[in-house]
């Protein structure tokens, strides 16, 4: 049974033993996040702050913060139950025979079912604010000390592309500049930012209508950040990982829908062509991104719960809660990945590589540079276009164990022979590019080398006991007192 909203998760994370409440009064600017980096970096809970300093409105972080908080959220013994899930709609094909297709027609029937489902109303609009409100009475966390304010880190931004009416939901980290106004950091690559582009080659349009939904159950949250094709509608994905539709509201004063058991919705719109000064902020790279122009969120309404509680996050030194998030995302999404390059075997982004820093990948070679097509089809599939540094072993290294495949890496290559660069575009947060969002890529081929790749020397084996031996050792070990 999927979870009906946030504090449904909350009341399940408890009764698990991974959440903490914490009944002292603290700070949302720079104190809740100490809290949340001290907890996530010695396994603690989940933190739930009861007394936020300046709001009646509990905060509730690091829900995601650990591999079986993942599966809690995403209601799974393990994050590769999705990507089987997933594996077997990607496989099914159209069966011979009427007994095959009156077989197929119960998993036809539970695609349909994941389509968000309209409703007339919702708890998010239990309370309804067309004026008096303000952006400054909800406990939005400042996260670190050189951050130009204080930061809505986990929203869910809805906004809809002119040209095909469909709809997105991206995660954007918004900065409040005032009681009735916000950044809107859609980065350039971002399908948020282009929806804005799309409606600034419009003429006559001077506004795009935009929602922000804050809370809800986690596999709608989590739905935000996944990199998904363009024009493929989030909320769809978050019925098919919570195998049920999300319920959706049409907002009060836009022609968007938000989830309707969120806890909190601001409704507005983007001033097209209005720029204003965001950040600096401490990023998941580790080091505070660069202030720079970004377009401006003004709120015209705010809905949602009676009491509501602030779902949030913060982002800084690895590993933080998104690394856990990134690495559901790594399990989930490698089936389409092998769907578009089936010689891959496994891939891996360690957490010190901020996702797109570095990516481990291991594959079943069949030809000279079969390396070097994977990396360049890597580069090429979505969001994976900003992998800074990829790594390609054979299918016999584990690629989850980071040691091994530095050992094997630095042990299989020739560095003028086996590194290639190539230029392209680059995460916007990238700091140390030559240009924004463009610089260079590295790709290392640690696959062993075959003549018809120029390499005619033997290529030595991997030393190895034999299991014989070990079985022997085995009950000796135990003889000898070991």
């Not at 025979?97 to 036809?108: C, F, S, T, V, Y």
């Not at 670190?144 to 929203?155: C, M, Q, S």
């Not at 401490?282 to 309404?301: I, K, M, N, Q, R």
Request: contains cysteine; aromatic residues 8%; negative net charge.
């Amino acid at each position: 049974m999927a979870y009906s909203d946030l504090r449904d998760f909350i009341r399940k994370l408890e009764k698990e033993g991974e959440l903490k409440r914490i009944s002292v009064e603290v700070d949302p600017v720079l104190e809740i996040a100490e809290f949340a980096d001290r907890a996530v970096k010695s396994g603690g809970p989940a933190l739930l702050f009861e007394r936020p300093k300046g709001s009646t409105i509990p905060v509730f972080i690091n829900g995601y913060a650990s591999m079986r908080r993942m599966e809690l959220a995403l209601e799974v013994g393990s994050v590769e139950e999705i990507a089987r899930r997933i594996s077997e709609y990607l496989e099914m094909r159209m069966p011979e025979g009427l007994i095959g297709k009156l077989k197929m027609l119960p998993k036809l029937a539970e695609m349909g079912s994941f389509v968000p489902k309209i409703v007339d109303k919702g708890p998010c609009q239990e309370i309804i604010r067309r004026d008096g409100f303000s952006l400054l009475d909800y406990p939005v966390l400042q996260c670190w000390p050189e951050d130009a304010g204080r930061f809505i880190t986990l929203p869910m931004v809805f906004s809809r592309n002119p040209d095909t009416g469909k709809r997105n939901c991206g995660c954007y980290r918004m900065q409040i500049y005032d009681e009735r106004s916000a950044g809107m950091h859609w980065q350039t690559h971002k399908q948020g930012a282009e929806h804005y582009r799309r409606m600034l080659a419009q003429t006559g349009k001077d506004r795009m209508e935009v929602a922000v939904a804050i809370g809800s159950d986690p596999a709608t949250m989590y739905s935000a950040i996944l990199p998904l094709p363009p024009d493929l509608d989030e909320m769809l994905i978050a019925g098919f990982i919570r195998s049920s539709p999300v319920e959706m509201v049409k907002c009060q004063t836009c022609d968007l829908e938000v989830p309707a058991n969120a806890e909190i919705v601001l409704e507005g719109y983007v001033q097209l062509g209005e720029l204003r000064t965001e950040g600096p902020f401490g990023d998941h790279t580790g080091f505070y991104s660069l202030a720079d122009d970004y377009p401006v969120f003004h709120v015209t309404c705010i809905t949602g719960r009676k009491e509501p509680v602030y779902a949030t996050t913060i982002v800084g030194p690895p590993p933080m809660e998104d690394y856990y998030m990134g690495k559901a995302v790594e399990r989930i999404f490698l089936p389409l990945m092998r769907l578009q390059l089936p010689e891959i075997r496994d891939i891996s982004m360690p957490a010190e590589g901020i996702f797109h820093n570095l990516m481990l990948v291991s594959m079943r070679k069949s030809y000279p540079g079969h390396a070097r097509k994977v990396m360049s089809a890597i580069w090429g599939l979505g969001q994976a276009m900003f992998t800074k540094c990829m790594v390609v072993v054979d299918e016999d290294v584990d690629v989850q164990n980071v040691r091994e495949v530095a050992w094997k890496a630095l042990n299989n290559i020739d560095p003028e022979r086996d590194i290639q660069f190539t230029l392209g575009p680059v995460d916007s947060l990238d700091h140390s590019s030559r240009l924004p969002n463009f610089g260079s890529k590295m790709g290392i081929d640690a696959t062993r080398k075959w003549p018809g790749e120029g390499f005619m020397r033997p290529w030595p084996g991997v030393i190895r006991m034999p299991a014989d031996v070990k079985e022997r050792v085995d009950a000796l070990w135990k003889k000898a007192g070991l």
